[in-house]
T-cell receptor
Framework: EPEVTQTPSHQVTQMGQEVILRCVPISNHLYFYWYRQILGQKVEFLVSFYNNEISEKSEIFDDQFSVERPDGSNFTLKIRSTKLEDSAMYFC???????????FGQGTRLTVV | GESVGLHLPTLSVQEGDNSIINCAYSNSASDYFIWYKQESGKGPQFIIDIRSNMDKRQGQRVTVLLNKTVKHLSLQIAATQPGDSAVYFCADPSGSARQLTFGSGTQLTVLP
């Protein structure tokens, strides 16, 4: 069964460093998303990506964040100058679009120390 | 404000009993809802969805009911099993890019 894969599963980084979280969406999906979940809180939308550009972003997704689809399979989230409050689970998701469900990866646990 | 939310943060049921998890939404224009299950340390997993032209949809051991009049939906799990223990979210892909807005989640605990 096709699935969304994310790497690494756990990333520890020092405050102020840059991190890149990687995702391989399901191959025939057209919409790609990043969400985050701070421990004990609900899943929050960060950004959506369609047709090689950002289609929507939340107020969380400020200039510190960027996304890229560098090739036909990968979808990355870059966080520049990480802060302690960036510590969270980051989930990548993809969907065919429209009224279809989004499939989530297993997440990357980012710990900023 | 939040467009979807859940009534109870926790729910405990005996193994074999039926579980009912509730969710309220505020956007009357919402036309599609999804229930996700999230086990500890894992990503949300699709359970079942429902479109606003339906008021009931059944899957394997799960049923979703939609009441548009009071903007309420529920997830019913029949014969709850230990593997059903997880946090359950209702989600509403009403964003302009069909992004999901998640509710707060209900932690379902299945007691032996």
């Amino acid at each position: 069964e096709p699935e969304v894969t994310q790497t690494p599963s756990h990333q520890v980084t020092q405050m102020g460093q840059e991190v890149i979280l990687r995702c391989v969406p399901i191959s025939n999906h057209l919409y790609f998303y990043w969400y985050r979940q701070i421990l004990g809180q609900k899943v929050e939308f960060l950004v959506s990506f369609y047709n090689n550009e950002i289609s929507e972003k939340s107020e969380i997704f400020d200039d510190q964040f960027s996304v890229e689809r560098p090739d036909g399979s990968n979808f990355t989230l870059k966080i520049r100058s990480t802060k302690l409050e960036d510590s969270a689970m980051y989930f990548c998701a993809s969907s065919k679009g429209g009224h279809t469900e989004a499939f989530f990866g297993q997440g990357t646990r980012l710990t900023v120390v | 404000g939040e467009s979807v939310g859940l009534h109870l943060p926790t729910l405990s049921v005996q193994e074999g009993d039926n579980s009912i998890i509730n969710c309220a939404y505020s956007n009357s224009a919402s036309d599609y809802f999804i229930w996700y299950k999230q086990e500890s340390g894992k990503g949300p997993q699709f359970i079942i969805d429902i479109r606003s032209n339906m008021d009931k949809r059944q899957g394997q051991r799960v049923t979703v009911l939609l009441n548009k009049t009071v903007k309420h939906l529920s997830l019913q799990i029949a014969a709850t099993q230990p593997g059903d223990s997880a946090v359950y979210f209702c989600a509403d892909p009403s964003g302009s890019a069909r992004q999901l807005t998640f509710g707060s989640g209900t932690q379902l605990t299945v007691l032996p």
